[in-house]
């Protein structure tokens, strides 16, 4: 019997191209999102002997676990949760209000620890699964007008490695993945969320919503080939912890990873200096 992938936000960009991967390569799919006319609409050309569309908003935690309960009853198993669904508030920190970086965490990490609550029991049940968490560049490396989005995959990436120590013990496997730039609607200009206000100061950068626009429609990530690529890593024996997703991503993370490095080596007697007297 095949494996059984759920993977959130499937109606486009990574979701969709994670989702459609998985059904090429003989998987049994539950694809899931909001909307069920853009989901149905996505998939239209797909056997639906092996796929289920299931709505789910995972901001919603009430939604969650009739999604995954749904899952099981077509399926009887999750193998593979992917935890994709995600939005972009974007915008200078102080020119973002509260509310809005609630709402940013609300779906970016609040959405995966609600899908992650609902699905563990049933892979501790099966002593078995694996789970991939869609993060982001903007999750190791804080970016200029990424503070909300930032916060929010930083957030995924420490709750990812915690859940991954404790649940490894029940054949639970992890991987975060941190795409750089891929062609998805995350901030297009109709889906983004920019902030409204306007701080003086940061005029002179020009607005947020023009900065980013210039990005849209031309990254060079393709969601069709890191699905094909997720599928490979999920049938390791033992599945990567941590996959960097494109050159882009490659580029911004590299030197950061290495200027941390040397800067805890060069200071590695100031970091002892505090221990206390045994």
Not at 167 to 177: A, D, L, R, Y
Not at 233 to 252: Q, T, W, Y
């Amino acid at each position: 019997m095949s494996k059984v992938w759920f993977v959130t936000g499937a109606n486009s960009g990574i979701g969709a191209g994670i989702a459609k991967a998985a059904l090429q390569a003989g998987v049994r799919v539950v694809a899931t999102g909001r909307n069920m006319d853009k989901l149905r609409a996505a998939f239209a050309d797909e056997d639906e002997q092996n796929l289920a569309l299931v709505r789910l908003d995972v901001s919603d935690a009430t939604q969650a676990q009739p999604a995954i309960a749904e899952a099981l009853a077509r399926f009887g198993r999750i193998d593979v949760l992917v935890n994709n669904a995600g939005n972009s508030f974007l915008g200078n920190f102080e020119e973002l209000s509260n509310a809005d970086i609630e709402k940013q965490m609300s779906t970016n990490f609040f959405g995966v620890v609600n899908v992650m609550r609902a699905a563990l029991p049933a892979m501790r049940k099966q002593r078995s699964g694996h789970i991939i968490n869609i993060s982001s560049v903007a999750g190791a490396v804080g970016l200029k007008h990424c503070a909300a989005y930032s916060a929010s995959k930083f957030a995924v990436e420490g709750l990812s490695m915690a859940v991954a120590a404790e649940v490894e013990p029940f054949g639970i496997k992890m991987t975060i993945v941190e795409p750089g730039f891929f062609r998805t609607n995350l901030i297009d200009p109709g889906n983004a969320h920019f902030a409204e206000n306007t701080i003086e100061d940061y005029a002179s950068e020009g607005a947020t919503r023009d900065t980013w626009a210039a990005y849209d429609g031309t990254q060079q990530g393709d969601p069709a080939k890191l699905g094909k690529v997720l599928v490979k890593i999920a049938g390791m024996e033992n599945p990567l912890k941590l996959f960097v997703a494109g050159s882009d991503a490659l580029e911004v993370l590299t030197p950061v990873v290495e200027d941390r490095l040397k800067a805890m080596k060069d200071n590695a007697a100031l970091s002892s200096s505090t221990d206390g007297v045994a």
